[in-house]
């Protein structure tokens, strides 16, 4: 009789999700059933997704079942993510994989006399550390709390701290999606939900790297494993609609001359972007793997994938555990009495 284990990719209908859901079904022991959950914002998305995920097992002929389910959530809601953790607890007694891939920005488009500069400088910093994509200030959820930060920090977190029974049922597997542009310099601990910041989609990566840091012994204890990995650099449709053609192919032509240079971490293609998740969830031992490290999906000139491990920075753990405990203990209280139900038919 073949096992069954239940995936959640948060962000499936990203390039970056989409790929993960892709290798988890190539990855996973063909003697499981699997059941990929997709996640979106809107039932239109969701059905595209799973038409590709179905074209895909067809095209790798996996041998084992795969089946298909769906969760509407909007991590800038919290009633939207309360009532996520409510259709994931009717549904499965059990969470063996959650990959957390959330990456919202608030970007409002590119200084491109900057980028040009840039690029004319220093071509192979340009590519890798940007800082020419502009983005709004102040920007929040209709909660109240800094967009970007609810959405790819505080609403994850909170949904984590939500479904931990299910998680721990299926001694799971969490994998946190940073960035390569999670540096310390992008977070100030006296603007936590970076409201202040011009640079909040990376400090809230850096805001990823360390609740990672904070929160993975904790998941050991309970038999979950976590890990915090990023992806590289690699062609992000949330970007495209800054781009002409002109751009968009002056970006790729960039990024491959990036790789020729050196760089390890243009992966460019978002099936490549995909191997340090799929890595550390299928391949990585919690006995060996230092857990304490961000493991990244990096590149040879040539393009061969392969992963690569850094060092996290761990300057304001305590700080940033503290603020995430309380806006947990707020949020609790507020949601007490909060029931809803959206489900509709796939």
Same mark, same amino acid.
């Given at each position: 009789m073949s096992s069954r284990k239940v995936a959640v990719i948060t962000g499936t209908n990203s390039n970056l999700g989409i790929?993960?859901?892709?290798?988890?079904?190539e990855r996973e022991d063909p003697n499981t059933r699997l059941t990929i959950v997709v996640t979106s914002r809107t039932l239109p998305r969701v059905r595209e997704v799973i038409e590709l995920l179905k074209e895909h097992v067809k095209k790798v002929n996996r041998v084992g079942l795969v089946d298909y389910d769906y969760l509407l959530v909007d991590f800038t809601n919290m009633?939207?993510?309360?009532?996520?953790?409510?259709?994931?607890?009717k549904q499965y007694k059990a969470i063996h994989y959650l990959f957390i891939n959330a990456a919202q920005g608030v970007y409002d488009g590119i200084d491109w006399f900057a980028a040009v500069k840039d690029v004319l400088m220093n071509p192979l910093d340009a590519v890798t550390y940007p800082t020419?994509?502009?983005?709004?200030?102040?920007?929040?959820?209709?909660?109240?709390m800094g967009l970007v930060f609810q959405a790819n920090v505080f609403g994850p977190y909170y949904f984590i701290h939500k479904i931990l029974p299910l998680l721990k049922e299926g001694n799971a597997i969490i994998v946190w999606i940073s960035s390569i542009m999670s540096l310390p310099?992008?977070?100030?601990?006296?603007d936590m939900e970076l409201l202040k910041s011009d640079a909040s989609y990376e400090g809230s990566k850096r805001l990823v790297d360390l609740i990672h840091l904070g929160t993975y012994k904790e998941?050991?204890?309970?038999?979950?494993?976590?890990?915090?990995?990023?992806?590289?650099?690699?062609?992000?449709?949330?970007?495209?609609?800054?781009?002409?053609?002109?751009?968009?192919?002056?970006?790729?032509?960039?990024?491959?001359?990036?790789?020729l240079l050196g760089s390890k971490w243009h992966n460019i293609d978002g099936y490549k972007a995909a191997n340090a998740p799929i890595y550390v969830a299928t391949l990585a031992n919690p006995h $060996? #793997?230092?857990? *304490?490290?961000?493991?990244? =999906?990096?590149?040879? $000139? #040539?393009?061969? *994938?392969?992963?690569?491990? =850094?060092?996290?920075?761990?300057?304001?753990?305590?700080?940033?555990?503290?603020?995430?405990?309380?806006?947990?203990?707020?949020?609790?209280?507020?949601?007490?009495?909060?029931?809803?139900?959206?489900?509709?038919p796939v």
């Open positions: 790929n993960i859901a892709y290798r988890l079904i009633v939207s993510i309360l009532n996520a953790y409510y259709d994931l607890q020419y994509k502009i983005q709004r200030v102040g920007v929040k959820s209709a909660d109240g310099k992008y977070l100030s601990f006296e998941m050991k204890a309970l038999g979950i494993h976590q890990y915090v990995v990023h992806p590289g650099i690699f062609t992000s449709h949330s970007f495209f609609k800054f781009l002409n053609i002109f751009t968009y192919y002056g970006m790729l032509f960039l990024f491959y001359f990036a790789r $060996f #793997d230092n857990q *304490e490290v961000k493991f990244g =999906s990096a590149t040879s $000139f #040539d393009g061969i *994938e392969y992963i690569e491990r =850094s060092d996290i920075d761990p300057t304001g753990v305590s700080d940033v555990m503290d603020y995430m405990k309380l806006k947990t203990k707020e949020w609790d209280e507020k949601l007490k009495d909060q029931i809803t139900n959206s489900r509709v």
